[in-house]
């Protein structure tokens, strides 16, 4: 048994040698051409645009020279192309250089008959043999590498283009690479992957989200490749990698194998915040795909109304200063104007303002060049399949029109008032263009729509918002509409925002987001349906990842309504909805801990064993930072519930100890005060929940805010209580 054992190492380790002597052959290959071809560009950046092109361009009017320009012209595409082969050079041995680092990371077995048995090795990108034609390490996205994430030994199929193929997998083996060194290698059942998973999990947190091509569960496959369904939705407990299956989703869907693979400028991120924007920012580029766009929705809505608009953390920060009956009122305001009856009511003004618009004969040189009743009529034209700015604007175009067909006759009528009093060509040229400036201010009242200006003057006018939300909503709903009407001199909050964009896409359309065929949503539950709504229109021809948990929101309420809701908004076919209820985050006692804070919620733990979560008095939070520094953890968050609360602590903890506060793009660092918004979708080594006190989580509500940031912990959590502890704390968590 001992000398097989030892003949599958040997195996295995002449089978890894002659695979990183080929890669460091290609390598040095590659490195080669690279040098050769960066000598070749600076000969042609010398020899020709130097001696050749300065005479050219000297003479460059010249009629003669005209060949010698289209020679230029040649140059110049010739020096683009062979700076396009250099960057596809430099790509090429950065790849490699990733591949010697870790090559492959699996083996799988495939038998497709009795005799045709096939070794597959799989691993974060392709190598080709060139010599024998044939791939000696499969990309993890190819379609047969999905059997190694979906199946144990025996029968297996996967989806090729061409159809199912039906195989046996005879076996199915993970190494450990790091570094360009074979560690070592098991055959993975069930028991010994979770071993391999704990060992990984066990590890420090970093800076930055790394891939987990390793370690994707069959569920987490599953969304990864659905290429099924216009809209996936997933809902995941805490730590079930969500948004690491968006982010390889996202490498899936830019896959060469596939039949229409997607380039980066397709796919558009919607990032909770800044912070988790650079958190995710390395995924794409370890996986060896281009990094994509990625945007936050307070960034969206500025883009779209060209405004500054309120960040999220500043509105928490607010609202968290108000009174209890402030708060309330805040909440069902934000509700209404976030609500689908709202963005029907929208629609309804959408529909009332061609009737209502302004309107005035618009005159040039004492003619009516364009009366009002045909401006009305355009206005309110209903078979025009164009919105109502386009067809405005159209209206302007063709006004122009008509005053260019009578620019000339009046200019001659100028030319006689002016010779009549005296004065010269200059004079009548001057009130020619006086003339269009006054016509051109006129119309642009008529034909010009600031979707942000009528949304305030809708607000302003209760008798038009209470016409057009009678039998929809309540007197007292349309009064608090109008209550608080947003403050011209500052950021828009993020609902009125929100509705502001949505009636600015009902009323024209072009927007500069771009030709995007896959937008993929993160924190689904920290997004209004008004939000979702704005999303339909802005994207109406992409398809949508849409992940979250309905636990983790944390200033709207959630539950499992809201996927429903998503779907009715965004209407796209097939949609779906995975659940994931498997944490892989957090320990054991850390999760039983956090599941005191959502009663009745049953999530399944990878059964990773840690120290009991604490509830500590203020006095030892210097002993816990210490024991955290000593067990050699590399992120130790401090988490308070606002970022004025992070700055008061920030000013109260020793200088010495050179703690830093998380900013809206601030990097993680060591040891860090972090407010509780920009913590989500994080993970850090040690949690360190501050002001756990009646004051700041003493709501049943703040419930949720507990669970966020107990869950933000890979393997130690504690919470620090003053005098006054929060109730939420008292008999369900053991004290120290």
Known sequence: MEEKETLIQLEERQHFDAIMALIAKRLEAAKQES???????????????????????????????FEDLVHLSQEFQNAAEE???????????????????????????????????????????????????NLLIYDWRAPLASVFYRFGT???????????????????????IASGRLIGFFDADTVIQDSFLRRLLAQNASSQMKAIVETIQRDQDAAIRDENHDLLMVQGAAGSGKTSIAMHRVAYLMYEGLKSPLKAHHILILSPNTVFEKYISSVLPELGESRVDTITMEQMLEELLESPVQSRLDRW??????????????????????????????????????????????????????????????????????????????LEDALWERVHALRKAR?????????????????????????????????KKVTRINALSLYRELLARPEVLFTLGRGVFSREELCLLTARRPDPYLPLPLEDAAAAA?????????????????????????????????????????????????????????????????????????????????SFRCTREILEFSLRFLPGQAIECLNRSGSEPKILPLSELTNEIEACRAAGYESVALIAKTRS???????????????????????????????????????????LILDCDRAHYGRQEDRKLLYVACTRALHRLALFTGEDESPLLQKEAPHA
């Open 317 to 394: 920060e607010e609202e968290s200063a108000l009174p209890e009956n402030m708060k309330a009122q805040r909440e069902k305001r934000r509700a209404l104007l976030s609500s689908p009856a709202f963005s029907g009511l929208l629609d309804r003004f959408a529909a009332w303002l061609p009737a209502h618009l302004p309107c005035a004969d618009l005159s040039y040189g004492g003619r009516v060049v364009m009366s009002r009743e045909e401006i009305r009529s355009t206005a309110r034209d209903p078979g025009s399949r164009f919105p109502l700015a386009v067809r405005l604007r159209q």
């Open 502 to 582: 949505y009636l600015k896409l009902r009323l024209t359309f072009g927007h500069g987001f771009g030709d995007k065929r896959q937008v993929v949503v993160d924190e689904a539950q920290d997004y209004t349906p008004m939000d979702y709504a704005v999303l339909n229109l802005l994207f109406p021809k992409a398809r949508f990842t849409v992940v979250g948990d309905i636990h983790q929101s944390l200033e709207q309420k959630a539950d499992e309504s809201l996927y429903a809701c998503i779907s009715d908004t965004l209407r796209r076919k097939n949609p779906v909805l995975l659940t994931l209820n498997k």
């Open 154 to 176: 025996g029968k297996a199929y996967y989806q090729a283009p061409a159809g199912r193929i039906d195989c046996a997998l005879t076996l199915k083996r993970q190494f450990e």
């Open 645 to 687: 609360d992070a700055e008061a602590w920030q000013a109260r903890l020793p200088r010495e100890w050179n703690v830093k506060l998380m900013g809206r793009s601030a990097r993680l660092g060591s040891v860090f005060l972090a407010p509780l918004p920009l913590c989500k979708g994080l993970e850090f080594d040690a949690a």
């Open 83 to 133: 700076e396009k082969d250099h960057e596809s050079t430099l790509q090429r041995i950065s790849s490699l250089q990733k591949a010697q680092s870790t090559p492959y990371f699996a083996r799988i077995d495939l038998t497709f008959d009795e005799d045709d048995t096939e070794m597959i090795y799989i691993g974060r990108r392709s190598l080709w043999d060139d010599e024998k034609e």
């Open 35 to 65: 040098e050769a071809q960066l000598r070749g560009l600076q000969d042609t950046r010398r020899d020709e645009f130097t001696e050749r092109s300065e005479p050219m361009l000297k003479n460059l009017w010249a009629a003669h020279r």
């Open 411 to 443: 200019l001659d009528e100028l030319r006689m008032l002016a010779f009549r009093l005296g004065h010269g060509e200059e004079y009548a040229r001057g009130v020619s263009i006086w003339e269009s400036g006054v016509l051109a201010k006129e119309a």
